[in-house]
């Protein structure tokens, strides 16, 4: 149902419908109690068990799983800029600058996997009744997945039964336990995904707050032409710009001025209680603001800062990992906001708040360090650059979260490492052998990756675009943000700011230009002045007099 808004009323409402067309629907409430049902009124020995009581009624839901990267986490083959042929990456085989790397590490890795029991190469991916439903429609709140190798269960619940009868829709609680604490920790990999957003406040996020239009993940991430499958490009693991996500698919391309349309009820109510009272737009702030949105990403100025209430992870330097106490447990130390900022498994960590973006032209699509790459380690490594320019055509200016590692490689072979960090004492484990030699052997090995027996330390980066935390209105960035000598886009290439960016030849011309307005403004008032003592008729008779001479 789509319900326009009574802002500035006109044809735009019917534009916004037309865009609405294409978009997944809001998560909508549940058609079933699932306590009513009899097949789920019995005991369940596991994970799995529940798994083949849902597959009963839901027949098609396994094999559309099966298809998608949540589960597999490998994307489709896709070209990778500056590598021949087309490349089929993800998760599963992509090296990072956090927690590394999957490879070795299932077992740990796979807690936020929607499977039961991925711990090696053996995992069965065909296999439907390894799914685990449970991660993504818990609707008890008591679920919580171990890693493989502990029954595939939940530490807080093991009454599967009560777990099986309570199952319900996604919402933000369980998309967020996973991706609220992507790479080992909440606010560890994104700075714009924390649990600060299950209680939001408009202030926060206009989208996902109770008092805003409260909005599930499911609402913009939904993909109605395939179940299961979802809408939304990440970055660190994706190339291609194929399903990207954007805020021009609900408010146009020149959102500013113009009505909105709602897709239901619901939206329409939420909405109004945080536009009741906004700034009205005369139709030259619409346009100039309109302008901006050619070049400027909506992010940009709606998304002032992230990590605007839990801190989040920019650093990560795992060549000071080691540090032990006296009886061998590893070191924990805390900064002076209580975030960890040193684990002897891990090493030493630097936590921001409230941070300014970083900003670069993007146009959707990336490039990629693939495992196995050589590089040079004098130069830091951009695994996973955003491409695009000011000349393309097709480029924003985005904001993104910036992540800075320092991790091992290979100083012979030139490569990045995949370590194996989790696993039992004595498998070369680095988490409890402390040996990065071992760790790396084994991790190499796994990989199928040459390891010439040395380990360095290479300075690297990540981005991430930052898309969520949308802030009310009134408190995205103000034009002096930008448009000042403090600019928070300085550096940004291709541009020309004014208020932050000089030229001598338009200095030049525009303080002549004040200069000679203000000597036309004083010769007026001088004339002006003698005309009324009457000496103006003088001036001319002097001025005539000495042009003779």
Known sequence: MLISSSRNGGTAAIVAAVLLAVLSAPAR?????????????????????????????????????????????????????????????????????????????????AKCHIGYGWKDRTFDFKKQTNVDCLSC???????????????????????????????????????????????????????DLDPSLLEAKKTLDVHMAKDGV????????????????????????????????????????????HDFAFRSEKEREGAGRFTA?????????????????????????????????????????????????????PLTEYDDEGNISYLGIKGAFVWGKN????????????????????????????????LGGPGDGASKIWPFKLHEGNQPYDPVNKILIQPKLSGEKGSGAYWEDFDWNKSARVGMKYAGLPFSGQVGFARTEMYWPVSHMVAQGDRGLSCADCHSRTSRLAGVPGIYMPGYDRSAVLDFLGWASALLSLLGVLGHGFLRWLAERGQFEKLLVWLNKWGKR
């Open 29 to 109: 409430a549940t058609t079933a109690d699932h306590h009513q049902f009899a097949a789920l009124k019995k005991k369940f020995a596991d994970g799995p068990a529940v798994t083949r009581a849902c597959l009963e009624c839901h027949t098609k839901a396994g094999e559309q799983i099966l298809e998608t990267s949540h589960w597999n986490w490998l994307g489709e083959a896709v070209e990778v800029p500056g590598h021949v042929g087309k490349h089929r990456m993800g998760k599963a085989n992509l090296l990072n600058n956090f927690c590394i790397g999957v490879q070795s590490n299932e077992a740990s890795c």
């Open 137 to 191: 429609h818990d609707g008890t709140g008591d679920y919580v997945k171990k890693p493989a190798g502990h029954g595939g269960g939940a530490e807080a619940a093991v009454d599967w039964g009560k777990l099986a009868v309570g199952v319900g829709p996604t919402s933000l609680r369980t998309c967020g336990s996973c991706h609220f604490a992507g790479g080992g920790g909440e606010g560890v990999k994104h700075g």
């Open 214 to 257: 409260g909005f599930t993940c499911a609402s913009c991430h939904r993909d109605e032409e395939a179940g299961h499958r979802l809408k939304g490009r990440a970055p660190s693991v994706s190339v291609d710009s194929k399903n990207l996500v954007t805020c021009a698919q609900c408010h146009g391309d020149a959102p500013h001025g």
């Open 277 to 329: 009272g906004a700034e009205k737009l005369s139709p030259w702030q619409s346009l100039r603001r309109n302008w901006h949105a050619r070049r400027v990403a909506c992010q940009t100025c709606h998304i002032p800062a992230f990590a605007r209430e839990n801190a989040t992870k920019l650093s990560w330097d795992w060549s000071k990992a080691g540090r032990r106490l006296p009886d061998g447990r």
């Open 355 to 386: 941070v300014v973006p970083a900003y670069r032209w993007w146009n959707g699509t990336s490039g990629r360090y693939l495992t196995g790459d050589r590089f040079d380690p004098a130069k830091t490594l951009v695994m996973n650059p955003p």
